[in-house]
T-cell receptor
Framework: QKEVEQNSGPLSVPEGAIASLNCTYSDRGSQSFFWYRQYSGKSPELIMFIYSNGDKEDGRFTAQLNKASQYVSLLIRDSQPSDSATYLCAVNDAGNNRKLIWGLGTSLAVNP | KAGVTQTPRYLIKTRGQQVTLSCSPISGHRSVSWYQQTPGQGLQFLFEYFSETQRNKGNFPGRFSGRQFSNSRSEMNVSTLELGDSALYLC??????????????FGEGSRLTVL
């Protein structure tokens, strides 16, 4: 059973701090990694994707990938209350690229 | 550019009934995927359609079915509803063939309550 695991949280950080969200995956052959944000009552939206080992930065967001450790993380710098949401990690199924394997999500609360 | 449109947004059914949900993808997107989201199970993949053909299917019973039309609009049907079918049903479109290759754009979802 291929799995993506995330700490369900809630992860609580003060405004302006760095929020660190982590995700581990079981499918060693996975090549594509996605972070989606889902506000309460809304649908998921893609905020970051990463394909290569290392870091990828986009504004306040940084995705980090370590394929050897099967670990992907999302860092949010200068966290804002508007970042409060559930963050979903998704990984492509190496055996079937038509599918994504989803984590259950980490709930993030940024306190003013 | 219009987003993914799902109808109806909310619906209430009773056990044993059937339901049809509709999804209109972003113009030009040919891939449509359907997901079931519940608090305990998260996002569960139902199926994906590309160019009117089901390309992949998740681990759901045969009561769950779908189709895609030539204009890429898609419908999913759930027959003989059970209480456990209560969930948010999300449709996602993609310009890429295969959800694992690109960005998914989600609709607002259809929230189904089965009584």
């Amino acid at each position: 059973q291929k799995e993506v695991e995330q700490n369900s949280g809630p992860l609580s950080v003060p405004e302006g701090a760095i929020a660190s969200l982590n995700c581990t995956y079981s499918d060693r052959g996975s090549q594509s990694f996605f972070w989606y944000r889902q506000y309460s009552g809304k649908s998921p939206e893609l905020i970051m994707f990463i394909y290569s080992n290392g870091d990828k930065e986009d504004g306040r967001f940084t995705a980090q990938l370590n394929k050897a450790s099967q670990y992907v993380s999302l860092l949010i710098r200068d966290s804002q209350p508007s970042d409060s949401a559930t963050y979903l990690c998704a990984v492509n199924d190496a055996g079937n690229n038509r599918k994504l394997i989803w984590g259950l999500g980490t709930s993030l609360a940024v306190n003013p | 550019k219009a987003g993914v449109t799902q109808t109806p947004r909310y619906l209430i059914k009773t056990r044993g009934q059937q339901v049809t949900l509709s999804c209109s993808p972003i113009s030009g997107h040919r891939s449509v995927s359907w997901y079931q989201q519940t608090p305990g199970q998260g996002l569960q993949f139902l199926f994906e359609y590309f160019s009117e053909t089901q390309r992949n299917k998740g681990n759901f019973p045969g009561r769950f079915s779908g189709r895609q039309f030539s204009n890429s609009r898609s419908e999913m049907n759930v027959s003989t509803l059970e209480l456990g079918d209560s969930a948010l049903y999300l449709c996602a479109s993609s310009s890429q063939r295969g959800a694992g290759t690109g960005e998914l754009f989600f609709g607002e979802g259809s929230r189904l309550t089965v009584l």
